[in-house]
């Protein structure tokens, strides 16, 4: 059983501050990371993706990742109440049908 | 339009009905994916598949059946619903290992 694990929330941020969510994972022979967004409802929205060892930044995201601690985690900078939604973090690898999910953690910027 | 779209949005159905919720696509991927989801609890892949002869069952198959009519086509049936069947349900693709799902808009089902 692969088993993705986040750190349990809520995470509560004030507006402005950076909010940092963290994703370990079990499979050694993972290899693609994401983070999906998912506002209560809707569908989850892809907004990282990550392969390499070290860090990705797109806008106010920053995505790292660390395949000897097997680890990764998203960095949310400037934190707005829109970024208020549950993360979840998905793993994969070349050699399986699917993708692991974590159970996700609720972030809530707060005014 | 949506790459992946789930029909209907919203349903509500009695104990020992079948329901079949639909999806399709426009992205041209080959795999497609069946996932519910629980307050609170993570996504559950209920069966996928990577081409129209390829049916795969997932971790919660049991109730459910499915049917790939087209490549762009994969529907979820419930044979008997039941209460705790009453879930968030999303179909979704994949253009292969180690990508990304793209995820429908989901169907929202109450069984009473």
């Known amino acids: 059983q692969k088993e993705v694990e986040q750190n349990s929330g809520p995470l509560s941020v004030p507006e402005g501050a950076i909010a940092s969510l963290n994703c370990t994972y079990s499979d050694r022979g993972s290899q693609s990371f994401f983070w999906y967004r998912q506002y209560s409802g809707k569908s989850p929205e892809l907004i990282m993706f990550i392969y390499s060892n070290g860090d990705k930044e797109d806008g106010r995201f920053t995505a790292q990742l660390n395949k000897a601690s097997q680890y990764v985690s998203l960095l949310i900078r400037d934190s707005q109440p829109s970024d208020s939604a549950t993360y979840l973090c998905?793993?994969?690898?070349?050699?399986?049908?699917?993708?692991?999910f974590g159970a996700g953690t609720t972030v809530t910027v707060r005014a | 339009d949506a790459d992946v779209t789930q029909t209907p949005r919203n349903r509500i159905t009695k104990t020992g009905k079948r329901i079949m919720l639909e999806c399709s696509q426009t992205k041209g991927h080959d795999r497609m994916y069946w996932y519910r989801q629980d307050p609170g609890l993570g996504l559950q892949l209920i069966y996928y598949s990577f081409d129209v002869k390829d049916i795969n069952k997932g971790e919660i198959s049991d109730g459910y059946s499915v049917s790939r009519q087209a490549q762009a086509k994969f529907s979820l049936s419930l044979e008997s619903a039941i209460p705790n069947q009453t879930a968030l349900y999303f179909c979704?693709?994949?253009?292969?290992?180690?990508?990304?799902?793209?995820f429908g808009n989901g169907t929202r089902l109450t069984v009473t």
């Open positions: 998905a793993v994969g690898s070349n050699d399986d049908y699917k993708l692991s």
């Open positions: 979704a693709t994949s253009a292969g290992a180690g990508s990304p799902l793209h």
